[in-house]
């Protein structure tokens, strides 16, 4: 997908010539038109498109020009778009020509467009060339949308409501889409003029290709949409949605924590729940929930977190968190909703009025922390605003506040967004914390600031953050504090022209250093790599990679070296592994057992099989391991511990609409008692699920799971000892529910 950008302000005179030039790259038949949208006579249908152009067939758009693999030549491939509006929708039809035997999509469940080739459709209903709305569609119809804003990754976790179909062709695809205008946010003006732009992607060329020429060498994807007219008032009307659930399940689940006193847990659980949502106006909405359930959210992606010194990032997939994330968003995170564990109810307001966007979020969390075991409930309040200064500059806000019995979190941070030029964007920000236990009170503070370059060959990132000791993250994801360190990481790209297998190859060169607030050396590292990419999403790279880290007051010099591969070079196969060795600190010794330096190893493969545009297979093995030299464990075995996670998932997508999926996950830790304090297992675990969804908010979701464990029961009183063998089952969950989205 198209990337996110840079920025720099420089002098009129290189604005103008920049203007000129990007004018000059699409000017063709686009330079002597007008830019306004017709309205439709009536909806565009997908058949008129089918055999020919109809005749009211809306605002014609052919000049598609290439972001990569070729900067800015066209399309290697003719595509047509039509744009047209009504009273109630924004309708964009796609024409996209190609080789039927060549195009590459798949039948599945909403967002679930990867490897495909697709159409695109980006939307700055506000024209401040800062966000955007972007809607992606596959040659059958099959939806993926998100929100983008400068400076930062595209929130791919936005939902809304919105139609699409598509269709093969004898000489390619066509594609409808139909967006209501109760879907979107915009101001209130007699005439609209919004930033718009349409692409497609052809994934076996890695092509990317867009109107108005989206390029490389510019920073930033919205601020080089193209404003278009639309010559008259547009409303979204009345939007009040209301989403209730009903969740019947069934489960039992076996606490292994201590094998003296297990604990088995049954619950037969009838539940219902709400969500609703008002839209205020046409740019605000306000969300509340009561007593929302999520067992139909899928686990977590496997991530290696045995043999890791800090906390591993695992993402949000809970919908109500994720809808509208990108109102609260700053440029060091201070707001990880995972940390809200089990809410039972709140609201949240998000908007924005002229230069202004706004977030407000009030939630109760009913799971208290380990540490906080007098709580009843963590009340959870936070605010964000931003004020676009000019179209460069932006300044913003955010508080956060968490209460649970006698303790309580607050955050204050402020921050700013510049864009310096067509390629550079700086990012700042300051925030001051207070922890509070009884009357116990520690401020803390955090200094962020980000550089970074957007370029055709030089892409660079350079980061300093400063967090002092004992900085209040129980709202935020800060795996470490008491720390300043500098990090940079600088890509140096050649493009091939005209290139088919080879299309680019480069240098990468990433760098950093930490001290503690005191200023001593705590670690540095720096990875040398090159690489190369071709058509069908081909990739190879190499990295070596030097370091130094001080644990428990010991110093340790690190070495190793990383090299990774893939390929999506036939449509139903897709590769990619990742092979290293790396010398590795044991951080979990065993009791009388010092820190020590080993040679860790690591595997990361993962392969997905298509034999039918409605299966999919997916094979993902994680393997990583730690060894000491005979030096430090004159032993038979110097192992320290060997991981294996290993996971199956077997996807069937009988329509766009409904679909199942099995997953099967298998973990194995071996650990060496006599170097490590780790804990050995096994561990099995099954979760089939059949899924109906007909939109965001109206689905029906029936799942089933089950967890094995290499446990034995023994004793009377019952005892768990560890066996070799997944003898017991320690878990199961059978669940049914149904959502319905009430729209007004």
């Known amino acids: 997908m198209f990337l996110s950008a840079s920025h720099n302000q420089v002098s009129m005179l290189k604005k103008i010539i920049s203007s000129l030039l990007l004018s000059a790259a699409f000017a063709g038949s686009c330079a002597a038109q007008d830019f306004i949208i017709p309205r439709a006579a009536q909806a565009p249908r997908l058949q008129d498109y089918l055999h020919g152009e109809p005749a009211n067939h809306g605002y014609k758009i052919t000049e598609f020009r290439q972001r990569a693999p070729g900067d800015g030549t066209p399309s290697s491939k003719p595509t047509n778009a039509y744009l047209s509006y009504d009273d109630t929708h924004f309708y964009a039809v ?19 467009t990867e490897g495909d080739d697709i159409v695109i459709l980006e939307l700055d209903t506000f024209n401040d060339k800062r966000r955007s709305f972007s809607f992606f569609i596959n040659p059958y119809g099959v939806q993926l949308d998100s929100k983008r804003t400068e400076g930062f990754e595209p929130d791919i976790n936005f939902d809304t409501q919105w139609e699409s179909e598509g269709q093969l062709t004898e000489d390619g695809y066509v594609v409808r889409v139909a ?73 039992k689940a076996l606490d292994a924590e201590n094998l003296q ?136 806000a955010l508080l956060t506040d968490r209460k649970a019995g006698s303790q309580r979190d607050t955050v204050l941070g402020v921050d700013a967004r510049y864009q310096w030029d067509d390629n550079w964007i700086f990012q700042g920000q300051v925030a001051k914390s207070e922890k509070q236990v009884g009357q116990q009170k520690q401020s803390a503070h955090l200094n962020y600031l980000e550089a970074k370059h957007q370029g055709n060959h030089l892409e660079y990132l350079a980061k300093y953050i400063d967090i002092s000791n004992g900085f209040a993250d129980r709202l935020a994801f800060l795996p470490r504090t008491n720390y300043k360190q500098f990090h940079q990481e600088t890509r140096y790209v050649e493009h ?3 290139g088919d297998l080879l299309q680019r190859y480069g240098l990468i060169l990433n760098a950093e250093i930490s001290r503690n607030q005191q200023n001593q050396l705590q670690d540095w590292a720096a990875d040398l790599g090159v690489f190369v990419e071709g058509s069908h999403d081909t990739w190879f790279d190499v990295f070596s990679r030097n370091g130094y880290e001080n644990f428990e007051g010991k110093e340790f010099d690190k070495r190793g070296w990383l090299i990774g591969a893939g390929s999506a070079w036939f449509d139903w196969l897709r590769v990619n592994a990742e092979f290293g060795a790396l010398d590795a600190i044991n951080y979990t010794p065993a009791a009388g057992v010092a820190a020590s330096l ?41 192992s320290v511990f060997r991981n294996l996670m290993w996971r199956t998932k077997l996807s069937y997508q009988h329509t766009r609409f409904l679909g199942m999926r099995i997953i099967a996950d298998y973990h194995v830790l071996a650990s060496n008692p006599a170097l490590s304090n780790l804990g ?59 959502n319905y989205l009430y729209q007004f």
Do not use: C
């Open 94 to 112: 796609f024409v996209a020509k190609d080789d039927p035997n060549l195009i590459r999509a798949r039948i599945a469940k909403r967002e679930d």
């Open 179 to 251: 967006i209501p205008l109760k879907s979107l946010r915009f101001k209130s003006a007699d005439v609209q003029t919004w930033g718009i732009g349409v692409g497609r992607v052809i994934a076996r060329l890695n092509e990317e290709a867009f109107w108005p020429y989206i390029t490389k060498r510019l920073a930033g994807v919205v601020t080089q949409l193209q404003p278009m007219t639309i010559p008259e008032k547009l409303s979204a009307g009345r939007n009040a949605q209301i989403n209730p659930f009903v969740f019947m399940g069934n489960s």
């Open 261 to 396: 006193k297990p604990v088995w847990q049954h619950e037969n659980k009838l539940q219902g729940g709400l969500d609703a949502k008002w839209v205020l106006g046409d740019a605000a909405a306000v969300d509340v929930t009561l007593k929302p359930d999520f067992s139909d959210v899928d686990s977590d992606e496997p991530q290696i977190v045995v043999g890791k010194r800090y906390e591993v990032l695992f993402p949000e997939k809970r919908p109500f968190f994720l809808e509208n994330a990108s109102f609260f968003q700053t440029p060091n995170p201070l707001f990880f909703s995972r940390r809200i564990a089990q809410p039972s109810a709140g609201v949240r307001v998000t908007g924005r009025a002229d230069s202004w966007s706004y977030g407000g979020l009030v939630i109760d969390d009913e799971m208290q922390a380990d540490d906080e075991k007098n709580a009843v409930k963590a009340h959870i309040s936070m605010g964000r605003v931003q004020k676009d200064l000019t179209s460069d500059f932006s300044l913003g």
């Open 496 to 498: 091939v022209e005209g």
């Open 598 to 638: 080993g040679r860790g190893r690591s595997v990361d493969f993962n392969v997905a099989i298509k034999p039918h545009p409605q299966w999919r297979l997916e094979e993902k093995v994680l393997w990583n391991d730690l060894k000491m030299p005979a030096a430090i464990a004159p032993m038979s075995d110097n």
């Open 680 to 738: 050995s297992g096994k561990q099995f675990n099954t979760d089939f699920q059949v899924n109906y969804t007909l939109s965001p908010g109206t689905s029906l979701i029936a799942g089933y799971g089950n967890r094995q464990e290499n446990l034995a029961q023994i004793g009377n009183p019952q005892m768990l000892v560890r066996t070799d063998d997944l003898n017991l089952r320690t878990g199961r969950r059978a669940f049914i529910k149904l």
